[in-house]
Nanobody, 122 residues
């Protein structure tokens, strides 16, 4: 599975941003896709995950109600719509793929895209 993340940038608090993760590979439909983030000086944090079919979706409490994970079928692209951003959301965001268990439960997926920086100014 190959993953390519994009869409980061600098925004003001309260603004919205949408991240994209282009997924490719013959078996990509078998996987759960997820987003993680890592702020400077902090550990990696799980953000959201979605099975390929969309039958299961899960969010971290810190983003629930503000972030939405979705997938565009025709483009094999996963999105993370981020609304009501705060400075605490500033981090490098990574997309990842693996089984639901490894993405959501153990938060140790095998497949990672490169990070995209999100900076929220106050």
């Amino acid at each position: 599975v190959q993953l390519q993340a994009s869409g980061g940038g600098l925004v003001q608090a309260g603004a919205s941003l949408r991240l994209s993760c282009a997924a490719s590979g013959r078996t990509v439909s078998r996987y759960t896709l997820g987003w993680f983030r890592q702020a400077t000086g902090k550990g990696r944090e799980f953000v959201a995950a979605r099975t390929w079919s969309g039958s299961s979706i899960y969010y971290a409490d810190s983003v629930k109600g503000r972030f939405t994970i979705s997938r565009e079928n025709a483009k094999n692209t996963m999105y993370l719509q981020m609304d009501s951003l705060t400075p605490e959301d500033t981090a490098v965001y990574y997309c990842a793929a693996d089984t639901w268990h490894r993405v959501v439960v153990t938060t140790a997926p095998d497949y990672w895209g490169q990070g995209t920086q999100v900076t929220v100014s106050s």
